[in-house]
């Protein structure tokens, strides 16, 4: 958690509504650190300064390429180097640490603005990778869920290179495109839910319930674009949507505790997500200026990805099964 706004990230189904109540990050435009007068004439003169004429093209010139390439500005450089000016001051006077823009201050790392949150990010997307490739190398393509769980994880995997991308370099768009992603595994999570549940005895539910996600996801997305991108209705509408898929797995769990010997999976699966997310509450200035809550959150996380799918794995081993004897499904 970065500040008193907060979003959602969320790349698990079972766990969604911790996630979306805890797993946040800022989208302040303001904070203590960038409020101060020391840090915003250290800013105008830098700018004035060095992203000007001659000194701007000798700036351009002596810019990696990586940062070039990332999208590091002359200006952004002045605040980087400003921020620390600040934080300086605010240490030298017995101050705590104050954050810039919604964010505390991280030491940046080559191109990458918060290194720690880039590369545990980067890990759980490797994390749901080796174990879609795990799940299609066991998993018989004629598994009844097979196609519905390989789709949730290219989109799960699609967040999880935003989640990346954003860490990596924040900007508008790769602030918009972690925002929508996350929603969009939520959403589809639900789906997966609904199609394990109900979608595999009564196709046209899962159908239905379908059309109605992707239209509640264009709505979202729209109005967030061209309406009004209001923070507040977002982690509204995130929450609602994540308590409902939560419930909806822990009902499911609850119901097959009796006649499923992996279903203790799925219900694990929820508690630890359920525990994790509370790392987000232990809000702290970056260890080291790398590692923070939100990246303890993020590293805590990429186990769980291995006892999620090997819940898909047992399911649909077990779905396969039954359906070639015939059995009705639970």
Same mark, same amino acid.
């Given at each position: 958690?970065?500040?008193?706004?907060?979003?959602?990230?969320?790349?698990?189904?079972?766990?969604?509504?911790?996630?979306?109540?805890?797993?946040?990050?800022?989208?302040?435009?303001?904070?203590?650190?960038?409020?101060?007068?020391?840090?915003? &004439?250290?800013?105008?003169?830098?700018?004035?300064?060095?992203?000007?004429?001659?000194?701007?093209?000798?700036?351009?010139?002596?810019?990696?390429?990586?940062?070039?390439?990332?999208?590091?500005?002359?200006?952004?450089?002045?605040?980087?180097? +400003?921020?620390?000016? =600040?934080?300086?001051?605010?240490?030298?006077?017995?101050?705590?640490?104050?954050?810039?823009?919604?964010?505390?201050? #991280?030491?940046?790392?080559?191109?990458?603005?918060?290194?720690?949150?880039?590369?545990?990010?980067?890990?759980?997307?490797?994390?749901?990778?080796?174990?879609?490739?795990?799940?299609?190398?066991?998993?018989?393509?004629?598994?009844?869920?097979?196609?519905?769980?390989?789709?949730?994880?290219?989109?799960?995997?699609?967040?999880?290179?935003?989640?990346?991308?954003?860490? =990596?370099? &924040?900007?508008?768009?790769?602030?918009?495109? &972690?925002?929508?992603?996350?929603?969009?595994?939520?959403?589809?999570?639900?789906?997966?839910? +609904?199609?394990? =549940?109900?979608?595999?005895?009564?196709?046209?539910?899962?159908?239905?319930?379908?059309? #109605?996600?992707?239209?509640?996801?264009?709505?979202?997305?729209?109005?967030?674009?061209?309406?009004? #991108?209001?923070?507040?209705?977002?982690?509204?509408?995130?929450? =609602?949507?994540? !308590?409902?898929?939560? !419930? $909806?797995?822990?009902?499911?769990?609850?119901?097959?505790?009796?006649?499923?010997?992996?279903?203790?999976? +799925?219900?694990?699966?929820?508690?630890?997500?359920?525990?994790?997310?509370?790392?987000?509450? !232990?809000?702290?200035?970056?260890?080291?200026?790398?590692?923070?809550?939100?990246?303890? $959150?993020?590293?805590?996380?990429?186990?769980?990805?291995?006892?999620?799918?090997? #819940?898909?794995?047992?399911?649909?081993?077990?779905?396969?099964?039954?359906?070639?004897?015939?059995?009705?499904?639970?």
């Amino acid at each position: 958690i970065y500040g008193e706004d907060k979003r959602l990230i969320l790349k698990l189904p079972a766990a969604a509504t911790v996630a979306l109540l805890l797993a946040l990050v800022t989208t302040v435009q303001s904070s203590q650190g960038d409020k101060e007068p020391v840090y915003r &004439d250290c800013v105008k003169l830098c700018v004035r300064t060095n992203c000007t004429g001659a000194r701007l093209r000798g700036f351009q010139s002596a810019q990696p390429h990586y940062m070039a390439l990332t999208g590091w500005t002359c200006r952004d450089d002045c605040r980087y180097q +400003c921020m620390w000016t =600040t934080v300086g001051l605010y240490q030298a006077e017995g101050y705590r640490v104050p954050q810039f823009h919604g964010k505390w201050p #991280f030491a940046r790392f080559l191109c990458f603005e918060e290194p720690a949150s880039a590369l545990a990010s980067l890990l759980n997307g490797l994390a749901c990778l080796l174990m879609l490739l795990r799940y299609r190398s066991t998993v018989p393509r004629q598994s009844p869920m097979y196609h519905t769980i390989n789709a949730f994880s290219l989109v799960s995997l699609n967040a999880w290179f935003w989640s990346t991308v954003f860490h =990596t370099r &924040d900007t508008y768009l790769t602030e918009k495109m &972690d925002y929508f992603c996350a929603t969009a595994v939520i959403l589809y999570s639900i789906y997966l839910c +609904c199609v394990r =549940t109900l979608g595999l005895r009564r196709p046209a539910v899962s159908s239905i319930v379908g059309v #109605f996600l992707i239209l509640a996801f264009t709505s979202h997305v729209s109005y967030l674009t061209f309406v009004s #991108f209001d923070y507040g209705y977002n982690m509204a509408a995130n929450a =609602t949507i994540g !308590l409902v898929n939560l !419930l $909806w797995w822990l009902c499911w769990c609850w119901q097959n505790r009796g006649t499923l010997p992996y279903w203790w999976k +799925c219900g694990l699966v929820v508690l630890l997500l359920h525990g994790l997310a509370l790392l987000e509450l !232990l809000d702290f200035p970056p260890m080291l200026w790398i590692l923070d809550a939100h990246a303890v $959150w993020h590293l805590s996380t990429i186990p769980v990805h291995f006892l999620f799918y090997s #819940f898909l794995i047992d399911d649909s081993l077990y779905l396969l099964n039954t359906e070639k004897m015939g059995v009705k499904v639970e």
